[in-house]
């Protein structure tokens, strides 16, 4: 039995804090978890937060991008709160430290139960959920979610008055994709920009090198009295938003520079195209296209995209 538990390894931490005993928190995974449920507690899906997660760079203690799924397992857990069930099911304070509070906890028991009955929702990957998708109307960026109805789409979150059903919006981007990258010269275009990202990689690793240290370099003037609590605290903040946007740009960056460029004939892009994982066809979509815009519907109920979609494309299409 023993040499059996040794196979299996160690457990992976639980997101937001630093060790099995859940006794110490990682102070940033807590930020992002106060803002999920702050964003799941104000009414948006949960595959829109989701997104929102994945598009700021966050990710779980493995690596791996969050999902519907496991973000809904993940916030069902009570020691997030700094809870624990007892032998009768109920809830007890376990004396722990909290992500969140034990109120918000119980909210997004009773809001995750009414939604788990309303609707079992799959995951959708959103493929232009990173940044790329622009509101037509107020210039902000889209992010993926579900409608009323459940079905997946993209909407601007800030005006609100946006919406266009994902996969309508995802085949009309991607049957150009494909018609470019059937084009001669295209591969070559695509690994020049692909340079690029690893130029602008490179150039984040050192800006993120850069901040860590000044972060570092804090501890001194405050250890010798030269700079208040206050100042301290908020100087930290300052660089802790510019390292989380930093690292967030960079595992884009990288995940588009080290995306493999497919080969081959029109047939066989469109075969690859059918089967690629996610990733790569949303790295693929970033090199050809610096945004994609999505102009409002003529009417309600108007599902075409032809005559809403302007595709801004990082270099002309070759004609």
């Not at 196979?7 to 006794?23: A, K, N, T, W």
């Amino acid at each position: 039995m023993q040499r059996a538990a040794e196979r299996v390894g160690p457990m992976p931490r639980l997101y937001g804090f630093e060790d099995q005993r859940l006794s110490r928190v990682r102070e940033q995974e807590r930020q992002v978890t106060r803002e999920a449920v702050s964003r799941l507690l104000a009414g948006q899906p949960r595959s829109a937060v989701v997104s929102w997660m994945n598009a700021e760079g966050h990710r779980g203690t493995m690596g791996g991008e969050w999902t519907n799924g496991s973000l809904g397992r993940y916030l069902a857990n009570p020691a997030v709160a700094g809870l624990e069930r007892n032998q009768a099911g109920e809830l007890v304070e376990t004396g722990r430290p909290a992500l969140i509070t034990s109120a918000e906890f119980l909210q997004l028991e009773a809001q995750s139960g009414r939604a788990d009955a309303a609707v079992r929702e799959d995951d959708f990957p959103y493929l232009l959920s990173e940044g790329l998708t622009e509101c037509g109307l107020c210039d902000h960026g889209m992010t993926g979610g579900r409608s009323n109805a459940g079905t997946p789409s993209y909407r601007c979150h800030d005006c609100g008055r946006v919406r266009v059903t994902a996969t309508a919006l995802e085949d009309y981007v991607g049957e150009h994709a494909l018609a470019e990258l059937s084009r001669p010269g295209t591969r070559a275009a695509l690994e020049a920009a692909q340079e690029e990202m690893k130029v602008e990689a490179e150039a984040l690793r050192v800006r993120i090198q850069d901040l860590v240290a000044s972060r570092g370099a804090l501890a001194e003037p405050y250890a010798e009295g030269h700079v208040g609590r206050v100042a301290l605290a908020a100087a930290d903040g300052t660089i802790n938003e510019k390292l989380k946007a930093a690292r967030s740009r960079l595992r884009y960056v990288e995940q588009i520079a080290d995306a493999k460029l497919p080969l081959g004939t029109v047939k066989n892009l469109v075969r690859w195209w059918g089967h690629a994982p996610s990733s790569s066809k949303r790295a693929i979509i970033a090199l050809l296209f610096d945004r994609v815009r999505v102009l409002p519907a003529r009417a309600r109920g108007v599902r075409s995209v032809d005559d809403r979609v302007e595709l801004k494309w990082r270099t002309a299409p070759k004609v």
